[in-house]
């Protein structure tokens, strides 16, 4: 089946930092979301990017299908932003995305 | 504003007991997917749904579990009998399929202990 890697697995910042956490898949898909896991463990949606480029507030993401991988970034970061970060990669059955999740970043954010 | 809802938030059983886990998805929504998160195997789909039918649970133990939409409004996972690996967070997430493009929303999780 298809493999999802996230890197790096952990990453420890000052408030204010920037980061880049990165995704790779190993087969082509159709579907790439972002999800950020919460320390209260709420998982909510941060892009749907199957390819290109998207911005919303301090976070962006882009991801190179062509290339099997996407990358996330956050700039300027606040404690609120700690938590698990998710790619997960998705492929068409039937009509609905059968989502594939990577083993997550644990991103911690000092202040 | 729109959410999942899941019930219950937390259940402690034994062993060898029925568990019954709930959803309601976003209304409008046509996609129901359930998923559980462990430590060890992160958060692996179980089974998932397109306009409540049934499209593909070949992530679930099939002797123990089943997962059902008797309505619209109401999906349920069913563990029966659990056993204490079957611990973990079981998330439902609900979507839209629209142009190809679909987005998950997950609900809080059951966090579920089997002594």
């Known amino acids: 089946g298809i493999q999802v890697e996230q890197s790096p697995p952990d990453l420890i910042l000052q408030e204010g930092a920037n980061s880049t956490l990165r995704c790779n898949f190993s087969d082509s898909v159709n579907n790439l979301q972002w999800f950020h896991q919460n320390p209260w463990g709420q998982l909510i949606n941060l892009f749907y990017i199957p390819s290109g480029t998207k911005q919303n507030g301090r976070l962006s993401a882009t991801t190179v299908a062509t290339e099997r991988y996407s990358l996330l970034y956050i700039s300027s970061s606040q404690t609120t932003d700690s938590g698990v970060y998710f790619c997960a990669v998705g492929f068409q059955i039937q009509g609905a995305q059968k989502l594939v999740f990577g083993q997550g970043t644990r991103l911690t954010i000092n202040p | 504003d729109a959410r999942v809802t899941q019930t219950p938030r937390h259940k402690v059983t034994e062993m060898g007991q029925e568990v019954t886990m709930r959803c309601q998805p976003i209304l409008g929504h046509n996609t129901v997917f359930w998923y559980r998160q462990t430590m060890m195997q992160g958060l692996e789909l179980l089974a998932y749904?397109?306009?409540?039918?049934?499209?593909?649970d070949s992530g679930m133990p099939k002797d123990r579990f089943s997962a059902e939409m008797p309505d619209a409004t109401l999906a349920t996972l069913k563990i029966q009998p659990s056993e204490p690996r079957d611990s973990a967070v079981y998330f439902c997430?609900?979507?839209?399929?629209?142009?190809?493009?679909?987005?998950?929303?997950f609900g809080p999780g059951t966090r579920l202990l089997v002594l």
């Open positions: 749904f397109r306009n409540r039918a049934p499209l593909d």
């Open positions: 997430a609900s979507g839209l399929v629209q142009w190809y493009q679909e987005t998950q929303y």
